[in-house]
Antibody
Framework: EVQLVESGGVVVQPGGSLRLSCAAS????????MHWVRQAPGKGLEWVSL????????YYADSVKGRFTISRDNNKNSLYLQMNSLRAEDTAFYYC??????????????WGQGTLVTVSS | DIVMTQSPDSLAVSLGERATINCKSS????????????LAWYQQKPGQPPNLLIY???TRQSGVPDRFSGSGSGTDFTLTISSLQAEDVAVYYC?????????FGQGTNLEIK
């Protein structure tokens, strides 16, 4: 059974930094690209970032480019999101999500339960 | 960036009736190399993460009831629930994965009439 467990969500001040983690199990982690997707409370889904199976390629939404960094450790079956220069509009549930195909990225097929990041003074 | 626009924003359908949700992309998401449309559909119930229903525009994910179906190609897509059940009350989203940044539709809130 695929399991994705996010951690690291807290209340942080504007301009601050935070690192989210996602522990993956139940599948061969280094076969799949991984994603972060966020959802502001009561709002819709926003794709944030994608990392290839080997970490060699990363992609970002324009809203976070230059501030967020996605990374992975295939030895630890873990995904990360380093978030810098946080803004109020970054307040959201952050979901770790697994890609649906081996190799090149495709759709998202499994999601974690999410971790809440609140940016507020 | 590809913009995904869903319609309607909200929909009320009687139990047992058909529900239809539309999704339109600002450019074609049909890839010529494999003739596949890079479109997925998700269902999200309150307090839960999204659940994958459909990928490649019309391929049902394993375990998804066959009352859910996807259709369309190019820029216009449809999610159909053939006979609405009470447990189908949720928000539905389309997603294009043709190019980064991936983009979701704004969501359609489906309720019982």
């Amino acid at each position: 059974e695929v399991q994705l467990v996010e951690s690291g969500g807290v209340v942080v001040q504007p301009g601050g930094s935070l690192r989210l983690s996602c522990a993956a199990s139940g599948f061969t982690f280094d076969d799949y690209a991984m994603h972060w997707v966020r959802q502001a409370p009561g709002k819709g889904l926003e794709w944030v970032s994608l990392i290839s199976w080997d970490g060699g390629n990363t992609y970002y939404a324009d809203s976070v480019k230059g501030r967020f960094t996605i990374s992975r450790d295939n030895n630890k079956n873990s995904l990360y999101l380093q978030m810098n220069s946080l803004r109020a509009e970054d307040t959201a549930f952050y979901y770790c999500a697994k890609d649906g195909v081996v190799g090149p990225s495709g759709w998202v097929d499994y999601w974690g339960q999410g971790t809440l990041v609140t940016v507020s003074s | 960036d590809i913009v995904m626009t869903q319609s309607p924003d909200s929909l009320a359908v009687s139990l047992g009736e058909r529900a239809t949700i539309n999704c339109k992309s600002s450019q074609s998401i049909l890839h010529s190399s494999n003739n596949k449309d890079y479109l997925a559909w998700y269902q999200q119930k309150p307090g839960q993460p999204p659940n994958l229903l459909i990928y490649w525009a019309s391929t049902r994910q394993s375990g998804v009831p066959d009352r859910f179906s996807g259709s369309g190609s190019g820029t216009d897509f449809t999610l159909t629930i053939s006979s609405l059940q009470a447990e189908d009350v949720a928000v539905y989203y389309c997603l294009q994965y043709y190019s980064t940044p991936y983009t979701f539709g704004q969501g359609t809130n489906l309720e019982i009439k």
